[in-house]
């Protein structure tokens, strides 16, 4: 199987390689070779095969994005876009049976992939394409299908032309469509790209008006073509203060093209807009939620979760830096908080919580007693926990529970190592992701917790960086972590000996994350050594140890 796939991957790319050759193929190419067909096309940038293949689509679902495998960059701006295209076009055309376009996953946020699409690009690339097919639909806008008309018209006297180079003729210069798209596109490739699939949708609604039984009305909009078909388009949106009114209008515009949100991230956006914005979403297929950089509050955030209620898929919930400080005593935050909890507690398929940066000592009981079931995934950096609300953590239904454990800049000390100890102990079965960062561990902290993090046996990722550790407090846990077989990345904090003298004896994170290291790689390389031989001595060649905070981001996309 392996080597029939990797054939049908070669030929693919073979077939879209040369777009004059597709008048021959795309009308005997049998359905189940659409899809590597696409994947060929999109892999090495061939938008007018996307164009083609997209507008006479043979199955229901198209599904172009999700988890990229290891060195698969994501589509490039111009496949997008020719795309979106075709999508559009494929509307009026009778051969397209698509109805689910599911382009989620497809955002590239890693930044400087090539040029592919980020996510506020894609969301507002989407937006457009939603009302650019209600302009098309039949009883839009007439000033629309009057343009369309015209662009048929405009095309007439170059149709001749284009077939001849298509056949290789004598005199048509023996230039494809991707060449002249080039061309017509200089300075903007996309336009050229658009010049060219418009001319095909004028040559093929031509042909298909001559064909009997077909009237000749619509001038090249596709005429009696098209029909109530109505595709549902499912994306992971991004929306900030920029966006959020054209997504609104798209939301609110209906037509043939329906927009779904599988992923909502919005940024600095206000609660009741937030609010508004999730009251137009279609109900069925919302995920996860995620709250960056917008000052909410406590009320703000009692006034957004009782929004969320009515989506009964939501399983995540992030909020990022909403401007919540529960250390200052302010009038009437105590009932809002109580709110905040209710809400909380209205979200009934709720398995991931990430709360960063809300000032909450004291008070993590109250909101995640609430909750009608145990969470998997708790996010708490920044969250200035207590003694008290670990010693809740340590004992509530959630600990038992919890995959990905996030308690990262919070300060631990003797007091709160009890209730970490037990905490990890009921964890310990199912815990496989775990960020200790920025904690405050020392030697003798750390070296008191390792016995327990060793019997956490399906723990994968361990990230305890930014800790005040001595090379032999750094030594002694990366011994430990090679005793845990299911342990594949350590994220190690730099040994204090390889910083330049001036620290205090118990630096915090932030002063380590400032502080310049020594200028000598012979003591940082000694280091090194040090660490690889205690590795190779335990035989293990499958664990990744890095102290570079740069290389690993906790910003996770797999919610399920």
Known sequence: MVIVSSLVRLCAKEVVSDHSSSARWLGCVPRELYQPLLEAAVAHCRPLAIGELVQRWPERTLRLGGRRRPGHNPP??????????????????????????????LQCEDGGVGDSMGGWSLTVS?????????????????????????????????????????????????????????????GDPAQGVRRTMEERRARDDAGAD???????????????????????????????????ERVRVALTAGGPLRLHCRHLRVEEIPAPNIAALLALLPRRGLLGLDVRYSSLGVAGL?????????????????????????????????GALREMA????????????????????????????????????????????????????SCSPHASSLRCLDLSENRLDEAALPSLRRLLHHARPCLSELSLSGCGLSDGLLGALLPSLGL?????????????????????????????????????????????????????????????????????????????????????????????LLSYSTDLMDED
């Open 76 to 105: 490039s701006r111009l496949c997008v876009q020719a795309l979106l295209l075709a999508v559009v076009r494929g509307l009026g055309d009778k051969r397209c049976a698509l109805q689910v376009l599911d382009l989620c996953g």
């Open 342 to 393: 209710q809400g909380l507690g209205g979200l009934a398929q709720l398995r991931r919580l990430s709360l960063t940066a809300l000032r909450l000592p004291g008070h993590l009981r109250m909101l995640l007693s609430s909750l009608s079931r145990p969470l998997e995934v708790l996010e708490l950096p920044y969250l200035s926990l207590s003694a008290a609300d670990l010693s809740y953590l």
């Open 210 to 244: 001559r064909r009997p039984g077909r009237g000749g009305g619509g001038g090249g909009s596709g005429g009696g073509g098209e029909d109530e078909r109505e595709v549902r388009v499912w994306a992971d949106l991004f929306v900030n203060a920029r966006s959020w």
């Open 126 to 186: 989407l937006c457009s394409t939603v009302l650019q097919a209600k302009g098309r639909a039949p009883g839009g806008p007439r000033r629309e299908r009057e343009r369309e008309r015209k662009r048929g018209l405009e095309t007439e006297a170059e149709r001749d032309a284009a077939a001849k180079r298509e056949r290789g003729l004598p005199g048509a210069g023996g230039r494809t469509d991707f060449g002249r798209a080039s061309a017509e596109g200089a």
């Open 302 to 334: 009692a006034l957004l979760l009782p929004a969320l209620e009515p989506f009964p898929d939501l399983r995540s919930l992030r909020l990022h830096y909403c401007n919540l400080d529960m250390r200052r005593d302010l009038p009437g935050q105590e």
């Open 456 to 548: 956490c046996r399906a723990l994968r990722s361990l990230r305890l960086a930014l800790n005040p550790l001595s090379r032999d407090g750094v030594l002694a846990l990366v011994r430990a972590a090679a005793g845990i077989p299911s342990l594949r990345l350590l994220l190690y904090p730099n040994p204090l000996e390889e910083y330049q003298p001036g620290l205090p004896p118990l630096p915090s994170s932030a002063q380590l994350l400032d502080w310049p290291l020594v200028e000598e790689m012979e003591v940082r390389e000694a280091v090194q050594l040090e660490l690889e031989k205690a590795l190779a001595e335990s035989g293990r060649c499958d664990l990744l140890l890095t102290s570079d």
